[in-house]
């Protein structure tokens, strides 16, 4: 009977670890590409992401010229990806800059479940070419890309 037990034991072992050494390792490299236009006082920014379907991705608009009471104009939002592209559009009416400096981040926060648990909750697992490390104290990691759009 324990010879028994032993050689089932030892099979649902082996079994794990075939499964185990089985599942396919999933790509954490976060690659951005992304471009911009004004039409009609409209910005309209695409662009791609090597993320998964559902990934949130942050932006900011900000118009470097401030107006001559002081008035910052600056727009956050997010957008979400679908087929490793993503679209958003902003009114920039009133706006007074000759361009708009965009900022993009994929970052752990906010993210799906699937997402987090693939990149991290911290985005440890986050890997590419412009991954930046916030430090001390929340040691978050998260893709940053940033371009300027001209009227």
């Keep these: 009977m324990w010879q028994r037990v032993v050689h089932v034991c030892l ?29 009609d006082d409209t910005i309209i920014v695409e662009g791609t992401a090597t993320v998964p379907d559902g990934a949130r991705i ?32 902003v009114s920039v009416e009133g706006w007074i800059g000759d361009s708009v400096e965009v900022w993009i981040a994929f970052q752990p926060s906010g993210q799906p479940s699937e997402v987090v648990s693939l990149y991290g909750s911290q985005g440890e697992n986050i890997e590419g070419d412009n991954v930046v490390e916030l430090g001390d104290p929340t040691n978050v990691r998260r893709v940053e890309y940033e371009f300027t759009v001209s009227r």
């Design 58 to 89: 942050d932006y900011v608009l900000d118009d470097p010229i401030v107006d001559i009471d002081g008035e910052v104009f600056l727009v956050r939002g997010d957008t979400i990806v679908n087929d490793e592209s993503f679209r958003f559009e």
């Design 11 to 39: 099979l649902l072992a082996v079994g794990t670890v075939m499964v185990a050494g089985c599942e396919e390792e999933q790509d954490t490299r976060v690659e951005f590409e992304a471009s911009g236009s004004i039409v």
